[in-house]
């Protein structure tokens, strides 16, 4: 089931984690949940989870909750997780060789294909079966390997360029974690993840509470 009407990021947003706890739910074998049951576990209103998915035409009914299952798979739909998406990593240092090392992403199919660097001594590196290649391989490899996405672990002062050149190959979207704003073109999505934001944000946390003690 596609959304019709356009959905609020801060909805989009909250739907991989309740894709993740379904899934924890599954594979406990849970068939059914209440939105009460699943507002206690996730620690959100009950009404927050009815109208989230409300957003969706509403996945469950009077009296019986949600299908665990049902939900799972119309939320995975929704996040366009049945379909796969090839990926390559730019920049093959610490960030980037560590998330080549993770193996979850291909569970959800998200598939590492390639691993970019301009540093001579980290080129032919293998990481975990993939082999880390010459950046100017890269406008070829997108091409010929139908990548969808790439991941841009390069220094900040460098993103902007690699990120055009990777949007003239044929990449759609944008997973970056330089800390730099990216201007591309209408069409290209850009995901920017920045863990030290979430820092700031649980230093802010802490420091609140503290002032309220
Ligand atoms: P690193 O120095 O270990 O790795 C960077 C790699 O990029 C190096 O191997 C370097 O040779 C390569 N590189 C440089 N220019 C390149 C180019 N034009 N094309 C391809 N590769 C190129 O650094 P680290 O720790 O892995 O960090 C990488 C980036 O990720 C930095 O911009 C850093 O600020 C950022 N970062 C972001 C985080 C986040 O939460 N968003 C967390 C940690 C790092």
Do not use: C
């Amino acid at each position: 089931m596609l959304p019709e009407k356009k959905i609020s990021t801060a909805v989009i947003k909250r739907l991989p984690r309740y894709y993740r706890y379904l899934g924890d739910l599954l594979e406990n074998d849970v068939v059914r949940i209440s939105s009460k049951e699943l507002s206690e576990r996730m620690k959100v209103t009950a009404s927050q989870i009815r109208q989230d998915l409300n957003n969706f035409g509403g996945f469950g009914q009077q009296g019986y909750g949600y299908n665990v299952e049902y939900l799972y798979k119309e939320i995975g739909k929704i996040l366009g997780l049945e379909n796969k998406y090839n990926i390559i990593i730019v920049g093959a240092g610490n960030l980037g060789q560590a998330l080549a090392n993770y193996t979850d992403f291909e569970k959800r199919g998200f598939i590492v294909k390639g691993l970019f660097d301009v540093n001579p001594r980290l080129i032919g590196v293998v990481v975990r079966g993939i082999e880390i290649k010459d950046v100017d391989e890269i406008d070829a490899f997108v091409k010929e390997n139908d990548i969808h996405m790439a991941a841009l672990t390069l220094p900040k002062q460098k993103a902007p360029k690699v990120a055009n050149d990777l949007v003239k190959a044929g990449v759609k979207g944008i997973w970056n974690f330089a800390p730099i704003d990216l201007n591309l073109p209408k069409g290209v999505v850009v995901e920017n993840v920045h863990l030290l934001d979430s820092l700031m944000t649980l230093s802010y946390t802490i420091s609140q509470e503290e002032k309220d003690q």
